[in-house]
């Protein structure tokens, strides 16, 4: 029997998926990448479900929303646990790379990824890894502020994230056509960014070309994040 349990939710504002991660028996719970517009939902969610949430997960300092992460932990008084690269003031947990934290019987790892950000970070549980803004579906996240590095971020993906088995599910912070996830096979074969069929020069040569829009919310988004979301 699974005693383990994955609610994929959404803010349709910033097209931020969030996490909320539970084991059936105890009830225990996590959530990864809140959005502080939706902390009512989320703990709506939380108390009809009966749950104790225990730790909010970051997988990086996000530029497009700002977290729930404190609200949450006034709530609910669970642990905000950030990469210990992230530079955040006020969480209670800096996990560094291969840092593995138990939820009852089931093992989190926590993997560095770097190149999105220069803090950003991937979880993995049974199967499934939550990649952040660092590997998209059939994407990757963009590279041009924030200590970004389109070197690191594909030196993190291929050696990295892409030694997890093939039928690995992978659920991303962000999908913006429609997609809800997808696996470590499908972004190896047909990730146009990363996939196996593209080398290293070739990525580079890529996000030089691209011309990203300024997120709207970066500068009311960045300073409260480095806060764990504190306004």
Same mark, same amino acid.
């Given at each position: 029997?699974?005693?383990?349990?994955?609610?994929?939710?959404?803010?349709?504002?910033?097209?931020?998926?969030?996490?909320?991660?539970?084991?059936?028996?105890?009830?225990?719970?996590?959530?990864?990448?809140?959005?502080?517009?939706?902390?009512?939902?989320?703990?709506?969610?939380?108390?009809?479900?009966?749950?104790?949430?225990?730790?909010?997960?970051?997988?990086?300092?996000?530029?497009?929303?700002?977290?729930?992460?404190?609200?949450?932990?006034?709530?609910?008084?669970?642990?905000?646990?950030?990469?210990?690269?992230?530079?955040?003031?006020?969480? @209670? !947990?800096?996990?560094?790379?291969?840092?593995? #934290?138990? %939820?009852?019987? +089931? *093992?989190?790892? &926590?993997?560095?990824?770097?190149?999105?950000?220069?803090?950003?970070?991937?979880?993995?549980?049974?199967?499934?890894?939550?990649?952040?803004?660092?590997?998209?579906?059939?994407?990757?996240?963009?590279?041009?502020?924030?200590?970004?590095?389109?070197? @690191? !971020?594909?030196?993190?993906?291929?050696?990295? #994230?892409? %030694?997890?088995? +093939? *039928?690995?599910? &992978?659920?991303?912070?962000?999908?913006?056509?429609?997609?809800?996830?997808?696996?470590?096979?499908?972004?190896?074969?047909?990730?146009?960014?990363?996939?196996?069929?593209?080398?290293?020069?070739?990525?580079?040569?890529?996000?030089?070309?691209?011309?990203?829009?300024?997120?709207?919310?970066?500068?009311?988004?960045?300073?409260?994040?480095?806060?764990?979301?504190?306004?």
């Amino acid at each position: 029997m699974n005693n383990f349990k994955i609610k994929q939710l959404f803010d349709y504002d910033t097209w931020t998926y969030t996490y909320l991660l539970w084991n059936k028996s105890s009830k225990n719970c996590i959530i990864i990448d809140p959005v502080l517009e939706q902390v009512d939902r989320d703990i709506n969610l939380i108390n009809k479900l009966k749950l104790n949430l225990l730790y909010v997960f970051e997988t990086h300092v996000h530029a497009d929303h700002i977290t729930g992460a404190s609200s949450l932990k006034k709530i609910t008084n669970a642990k905000i646990c950030y990469g210990s690269k992230t530079g955040v003031n006020g969480a @209670d !947990i800096l996990f560094e790379d291969g840092h593995q #934290i138990n %939820l009852d019987n +089931d *093992n989190i790892t &926590v993997i560095h990824t770097p190149g999105h950000t220069g803090g950003c970070v991937s979880y993995y549980i049974k199967g499934s890894i939550f990649t952040g803004d660092t590997l998209f579906i059939e994407g990757t996240g963009r590279t041009d502020f924030q200590e970004g590095s389109s070197s @690191d !971020i594909y030196d993190s993906i291929k050696n990295k #994230i892409f %030694l997890y088995p +093939d *039928n690995t599910i &992978v659920y991303p912070c962000h999908n913006y056509s429609g997609f809800l996830n997808s696996t470590i096979g499908h972004e190896r074969k047909f990730n146009p960014n990363v996939g196996d069929e593209i080398k290293k020069n070739i990525f580079l040569e890529n996000e030089k070309k691209k011309n990203r829009p300024y997120p709207k919310k970066f500068d009311i988004a960045v300073p409260a994040n480095l806060k764990c979301g504190k306004v």
